[in-house]
């Protein structure tokens, strides 16, 4: 099965606010992560990444952070605006290519 | 989408007949990937190349081929399509590891009838 995965398949936050998305990840080999976003019709697009000797990586508006001792990965999104609309994965790598987790729906409410 | 190109863009196919979607990049990039995606799946790894002439199988490759004869193409070729091939398929490149960022395709949505 998956060795990564998100805990909602859905997340609706109001515009202005900030989003959280998590995914937790099985192999404590991974030393490489990747969250992507995708837009409807489109393929995904690189947001950040963190590789395993750090906690924390910060960029324009997103932060993800990393917990190895628990296996969690998490993207925050720092005022959330309609266009961050769309599907957020988390992929790790421990070996060949990149393992993507199912994604989470991330609804921008009004 | 860091040049890269796929074509075509949709297909609709008939099980049993031969398919090939064509992945074109204008990075130089010495790695490329084919990738489905399935509702409920999330993106499967189908095939990778690391260079001309240089592929190896991903999680998925029962039913596909593929082949690189220039750096700039990456072809999927599915010999005999089936219905559990419909899907949406991405193609990526990265210019480092294969486990580093990986920029991806605009995607060919493929449907096999």
């Known amino acids: 099965g998956e060795s990564v995965g998100l805990h909602l398949p859905t997340l609706s936050v109001q515009e202005g606010d900030n989003s959280i998305i998590n995914c937790a990840y099985s192999n404590s080999a991974s030393d490489y992560f990747i969250w992507y976003k995708q837009e409807s019709g489109k393929g995904p697009q690189f947001i950040i990444d963190i590789r395993s000797n750090m906690d924390k990586r910060q960029g324009q508006r997103v932060t993800v952070l990393l917990n190895k001792t628990v296996k969690h990965l998490s993207l925050q999104i720092a005022a959330t605006q309609p266009g961050d609309s769309a599907v957020y994965f988390c992929a790790e790598t421990f070996g060949d290519g990149l393992t993507f987790g199912k994604g989470t729906h991330l609804i921008i409410q009004p | 989408d860091a040049g890269i190109t796929q074509s075509p863009r949709h297909k609709v196919t008939e099980t049993g007949t031969p398919v090939t979607l064509r992945c074109h990049q204008t990075e130089n990039h010495r790695y490329m990937y084919w990738y489905r995606q399935d509702p409920g799946h999330g993106l499967r790894l189908i095939h990778y190349?690391?260079?001309?002439?240089?592929?190896d199988k991903g999680e998925v490759s029962d039913g596909y081929s593929v082949s690189r004869s220039k750096t700039e193409d990456f072809l999927l070729t599915l010999e005999s399509a089936t219905s559990s091939q419909t899907s949406v398929y991405f193609c990526?490149?990265?210019?480092?590891?294969?486990?580093?960022?990986?920029?991806f395709g605009q995607g060919t949505r493929l449907t096999v009838v």
């Open positions: 190349s690391y260079g001309v002439k240089d592929t």
């Open positions: 990526a490149i990265s210019e480092l590891m294969l486990n580093t960022e990986a920029f």
